[in-house]
């Protein structure tokens, strides 16, 4: 068991574990622990309640129900409003309260965008595939894409935008996930800056999107989606990458040719299907924190 899986539990007056994740959540099951109890991380500077903590979607989608207050003399409607504001301050003091934030017109406007962008995609790679001439022909039509400046620069243009609009609303949508269930192992400004930490871009935005994901509880149409969305993220870049490297600027002969331009229609079906599955989980992400926020 790694050090960031250890978990302890005040359970009876005692320090009990180290336990596993799994382990917590059949405590929870049994009965033996709940929401409220305080559990302790390597991660966590203090004993803090378990619903407080990154276990808090062991617990599911429902409300933490509150404690039962202690008994005690009644006070005086002056003494019960003196204790408000510290009540309050304390609560800010122990964890940054993240607003809640209205993503459904733009998370729209991002759907909109990738497919948009599917649909570009998908017209350059037929226009190739179309093109008169032959392979020869093909392959002129697939070089005319790649060097015109112009299209070039819109298409670098269109893909910032896409990219913008996406790390925003990720990171906004993670805002409201640390306000409605507590905190996760990716903060909403970890959702942005890990896509550009070297190596660590492998895996940590998959987990920020995963965190949304099963945070919000949402249903896609295939339960596929998360890892084929970052699958096909990561093929899209790597053959737009390895296309320099693979197939020389001049091919020598038709085969040649004829490879450099299936493999240009393969990198454009790539992308299209890419931003369509994105669209797809966007999509179904947002239906589900817009079913979580009505409650709030």
């Not at 091919?251 to 994105?278: C, H, R």
Request: net charge neutral.
């Amino acid at each position: 068991m790694s050090e960031g899986e250890a978990w302890f539990c005040a359970i009876g007056g005692e320090q009990k574990g180290p336990f596993t994740r799994e382990q917590v959540q059949g405590l929870l099951a049994a009965g033996s622990i709940d929401a409220h109890t305080k559990v302790w991380s390597a991660d966590l500077a203090e004993w803090t309640s378990l619903y407080l903590t990154a276990l808090r979607p062991l617990l599911g989608d429902g409300p933490v129900i509150p404690p039962s207050l202690p008994v005690q003399e009644s006070k005086s409607p002056v003494e019960a409003q003196e204790n408000v504001q510290p009540a309050l301050t304390g609560a800010s003091e122990g964890a940054k309260v993240y607003p809640l934030r209205d993503n459904r017109v733009l998370s729209k406007a991002l759907c909109w965008l990738l497919w948009f962008y599917a649909a570009v995609s998908i017209f350059t790679g037929i226009r190739i595939l179309r093109a008169p001439g032959g392979i020869v022909g093909k392959y002129t039509t697939s070089k005319a894409f790649e060097n015109d400046s112009f299209l070039l620069a819109m298409a670098g243009i269109g893909l910032l935008i896409v990219a913008a609009v996406f790390l925003f609303w990720k990171y906004r949508s993670t805002e409201n996930l640390f306000r409605l269930r507590g905190p996760q192992t990716i903060t909403p400004a970890g959702a942005v800056y890990w896509y550009f930490v070297p190596v660590a871009f492998l895996w940590k935005p998959y987990e920020a999107m995963r965190n949304l994901y099963r945070g919000y509880g949402a249903q896609a149409s295939t339960s596929l989606v998360l890892p084929l969305w970052w699958l096909l993220f990561w093929a899209s870049n790597l053959a737009a990458v390895l296309s320099g490297a693979i197939f020389p600027e001049t091919p020598q002969t038709l085969s040649q040719a004829q490879a450099y331009v299936w493999w240009d229609v393969a990198s454009y079906a790539l992308e299209a299907i890419g931003s369509y599955v994105a669209a797809m989980l966007v999509s179904s992400i947002s239906q589900a924190e817009e079913k979580a926020l009505r409650p709030a």
